[in-house]
């Protein structure tokens, strides 16, 4: 009740100040103490909370996620590059095809006189070194140390000529 009265009367005489540092206003008699303390706050960053350990500690998960941190630390990938345009200009240039052999099999014609459609590459995928063959980026990482060490490789597959059915 007599921090109230305080608070009425320095109201009503507006004895408030306001701190440098977080702008806020408090009495004058509380000021100097609240910026003492507000100016270390500023200065040190707060820890980040991960809820994730907080629920896990004191069970048998945190055993788990302690164990598997170690072994796998988190690898930063670089970020993909954005190749939007290629693979746009690549779907019309198919469209423009398909439009060609519809038309072409409109007039009557035969499907041997149709134009010849080139295969669509996908720039992303990593080419083998030993078997030609081409692989998502981490689909080579597995592939390629195995495919290094087959004695007995067959030969690479014949290269096809493009139909108009291949994609």
Not at 38 to 57: E, L, M
Not at 70 to 88: A, D, F, L, M
Not at 99 to 119: F, W, Y
Not at 121 to 148: L, M, Q
């Amino acid at each position: 009740a007599q921090a109230w009265q305080l608070l009425v009367n320095a109201a009503e005489q507006e004895v408030f100040g306001q701190c440098t540092f977080c702008k806020r206003k408090f009495l004058c008699m509380r000021l100097e103490k609240h910026m003492s303390i507000c100016g270390k706050n500023q200065d040190s960053k707060r820890k980040v909370f991960d809820s994730r350990k907080a629920r896990a500690r004191g069970t048998e998960l945190e055993q788990y996620q302690q164990g598997k941190s170690s072994r796998n630390p988190q690898v930063i990938t670089p970020p993909k590059k954005n190749n939007w345009k290629q693979k746009h200009e690549a779907l019309i240039h198919i469209m423009s095809q398909a439009r060609q052999a519809q038309q072409t099999l409109a007039k009557g014609r035969k499907v041997c006189d149709l134009p010849l459609l080139t295969p669509n590459e996908n720039p992303d995928y990593v080419a083998c070194t030993y078997c030609g063959r081409k692989f998502a980026p981490r689909v080579a990482e597995r592939h390629i140390p195995k495919c290094k060490n087959i004695k007995n490789r067959p030969p690479p597959p014949p290269q096809k000529r493009p139909s108009m059915y291949s994609k």
